[in-house]
T-cell receptor, first 113, second 115 residues
Framework: AQSVTQLDSQVPVFEEAPVELRCNYS??????LFWYVQYPNQGLQLLLK??????LVKGINGFEAEFNKSQTSFHLRKPSVHISDTAEYFC???????????FGQGTRLTINP | DAGVIQSPRHEVTEMGQEVTLRCKPI?????LFWYRQTMMRGLELLIY????????DSGMPEDRFSAKMPNASFSTLKIQPSEPRDSAVYFC?????????????FGEGSRLTVL
């Protein structure tokens, strides 16, 4: 069975600073990887996903993530954050042939002015 | 296009009462998922349906929980009787196809408080 670990439950950063949210996964087979964002009082929405091909994936709102198979990681990055990026971010993993995703515990990103 | 629609958005009830949460998936989507979110346990998958058929209900916590999908445009999650530990935000999500490469579209959630 696959699992996801988000190493930081909370990440505070200053506005316009870079940020990295860490995600590691465990699986014995090839994986699909996702990042979802949850703004306050809303449902989750897809930021980006890795299915195959280029290991650097670009998503919405200036976010990107890099798939690193040897380190079993899929860290999310943004070079310069805005107040509007304040949200909870979830990493998720799925495997080929299965139909459900396994979500991490989430990382709360707080942007300070 | 309308997104996933959940009702009610907020529900406060007393222990022992029956709770019914409702979901209308996006038209044309073939898979529907019910999740529960709490501070302690994060986001948990309760059950999911493909083409209105329940596929995996291993996440349903106990017999007090049941879910149905009588047609492609409607699903319910019922808790009977409810307990304070059921307090959580319940999300419904739908996906166009049954393969997990596709995007999940989430509703805004139903916040349940059981007193």
């Amino acid at each position: 069975a696959q699992s996801v670990t988000q190493l930081d439950s909370q990440v505070p950063v200053f506005e316009e600073a870079p940020v990295e949210l860490r995600c590691n996964y465990s699986s014995s087979v090839s994986v699909y990887l996702f990042w979802y964002v949850q703004y306050p009082n809303q449902g989750l929405q897809l930021l980006l996903k890795y299915l195959s091909g280029s290991t650097l994936v670009k998503g919405i709102n200036g976010f990107e993530a890099e798939f690193n198979k040897s380190q079993t990681s899929f860290h999310l990055r943004k070079p310069s954050v805005h107040i509007s990026d304040t949200a909870e971010y979830f990493c998720a993993v799925g495997v080929q042939g299965a139909q459900k995703l396994v979500f991490g515990q989430g990382t709360r990103l707080t942007i300070n002015p | 296009d309308a997104g996933v629609i959940q009702s009610p958005r907020h529900e406060v009830t007393e222990m022992g009462q029956e709770v019914t949460l409702r979901c209308k998936p996006i038209s044309g989507h073939n898979s529907l998922f019910w999740y529960r979110q709490t501070m302690m346990r994060g986001l948990e998958l309760l059950i999911y349906f493909n083409n209105n058929v329940p596929i995996d209900d291993s996440g349903m916590p106990e017999d007090r929980f049941s879910a149905k999908m009588p047609n492609a445009s409607f699903s319910t999650l019922k808790i009977q009787p409810s307990e304070p530990r059921d307090s959580a935000v319940y999300f419904c999500a739908s996906r166009r196809d049954t393969q997990n490469t596709g995007e999940l579209f989430f509703g805004e959630g139903s916040r349940l408080t059981v007193l």
